[in-house]
C-alpha cells in the first residue's frame, strides 16, 4: 500500500510529468492536481494515468489540447457549481437544447467535454474512487462468473468500456450513445488500446427507438442526471438487463454542469427510482467531490449501484 | 471601501490568508490555498461584486493578480 512520501518519483512518469508542468506553466491554479493525486492514491493511479496519457495523448500537441480541454471543462463545472450553490438548483434546459448546445456539437464535444471529462476520471478523486469501486466489485463479478458480452448505455468517453475490454480480454461490448461524438472518441480510445474488434458504439437514443437488445452485463454512467425523464430510460434500461443479469448504473448528485437536466438531490433518490423501474439493489457507493463549502450547500457527489 | 480594498478582502476571503496582500505578480504557486476550486471561486465572486460576467476564455488566461487587474479595466472596473 501507498505510505506517502513518493510524489519525487512522478519524474518516472513521463506524460505525467509534461502535463504536470503545463499546469504549472499555464494555469498556475492547477499547479497542485497532480501531486494532490498522485499522494492521495500511490502508484496505482499514476500508473494508470501514465498509460492513458501515453496511448491517448502521445505527441506534446495532443497532451496541450488535452490540457487545455479538460481546464476549461474543470472551470466551467465550478462556476456553475459555485452558481448552483447560490441558487439551488440547475437552469432550466430541454434536452433538445442541450443535444444542440453539447452532445451534437463536434467541436465543443471534442476540443474540451470529452478530453475534459476523460482526464476528470483520474483528477476528480471522486471520479477516480468511484471507478476502483466499479473495477473492485462489478468488473471482479464480471471475471468470477465468465462474462462474455456487455452493452454500455451512454458511453460518454468509452472510459467504462476500455477499462472492461482490458479486464476481459475475451469479452466484447456495445455501446450506446446519441451522440456522434462520443462514438468517435469512445471508439478512437478503445481502438488506441488495440481492442477495435471486440468493440463497437451505435448512436442511438435508447429511449426513442424500439430497438430490442439485452445482456447479461449492463454498465451505464452518468446518464440519468441528463435526462428530463430519468424513470423512461431507467425501465428501457430494465428491459436490456437479462433475468439473472447485473447492472452497474450510477448518477451525479447536486452537481451542476452544463448538460446536467434531473436535479438528484440525495442518493436515496435515485435507489428509489431504481426499484421503482424493477432493480434490486445489492450495492452502492456514494462518494462526495469535496468536504461541504458552505452549509447550506451540498457538495456535488457521485452515487454508484450495482443492481440485479 | 475601495475597489481594490474590495478585491483583496475576496483574495483574503477566498483564500482564507486574512494577512494577503495583493500585487500584480501573485500567482497560485505563491499561495498554497490557492487550487481551482479556489480560482473559480473567487472569480464568481468578483463578477457578483462588481457587477460583471467575464467569458470562459478570459479567466483562462489569468496568470496572475495582474492579468486580472487588467481584465477588470477590461470589464470597466478602475482599480
Redesign the interface.
Known sequence: MYKGGETDNLAAYQQLTKLNRLFLEKYPFMGSAIKSGFAAFGRTWADEFEELLTVMFPSEKELAAAADGYVRFALDVTRRQSRFDDDGCYPQKSFDKVAQEVYLNDNYMQSHYLPGLLLSHLLWPHHYRQSRFFIATFLRDMETMGARSFIDAGVGTGFLSRLTLQAIPEITGIGFDISPSSKKFSEHQVASFNMSHRYEVRVLDLCSTATKVESDWLISAEVLEHLEDPMLFLYKLRGILCSGGKGFITAAINAAEIDHIHLYRHPGEVKEQLQQAGFTVEQYQSIPAYKPRKADAPPPEVVAFIVT | MTNMENLQAIYREVLKKPDLQLTPEL???DV?S????????I??EVEKKFGVEFD?DD??AI??VGDFFKLLARYGVDL
Open positions: 500567482t497560485a504557486r498554497d490557492w487550487d481551482s476550486l479556489a480560482h473559480v471561486q472569480i464568481v470562459l479567466f483562462l496568470r496572475n
